[in-house]
């Protein structure tokens, strides 16, 4: 059983900078892949990010590739989404997962743990 809490959320002017942060409860934080996926208002849960448990394998979603990065802790069972130039359409409701498995699914789906959820607006 992983448990997972999300921070670092807020209001940031289009062009700022997030970082969000996701601490996992349980003892088997390494061995699980994590990603972050968003949802906006009136919009599907889409995939983010995602990676391996030793960090060594890293996916984005395309809109995000150059702007997002994706990074763990497992000193400290801690999982990061730092982002960089956001645009309002990145505003949404940013959700952690974890599942554990080797590869770095894309698909909520293939996610077994999920976190509340942290808003992150974008203003313009």
């Known amino acids: 059983q992983v448990q997972l809490v999300e921070s670092g959320g807020g209001l940031v002017q289009a062009g700022g900078s997030l970082r969000l942060s996701c601490a996992a409860s349980g003892r088997t934080f390494s061995r699980n892949t994590m990603g972050w996926f968003r949802q906006a208002p009136g919009k599907e849960r889409q995939f983010v990010a995602g990676?391996?448990?030793?960090?060594?394998?890293?996916y984005y979603a395309d809109s995000m590739k150059g702007r997002f990065t994706i990074s763990r802790d497992n000193a400290k069972n801690t999982v990061y989404l730092q982002m960089n130039s956001l645009k309002p359409e990145d505003t949404a409701v940013y959700y952690c997962a974890a599942t554990p498995t080797l590869r770095v699914p894309t698909t909520i789906r293939q996610y077994d743990y999920w976190g509340q959820g942290t808003q992150v607006t974008v203003s313009s």
């Open positions: 990676i391996s448990w030793g960090g060594g394998s890293r």
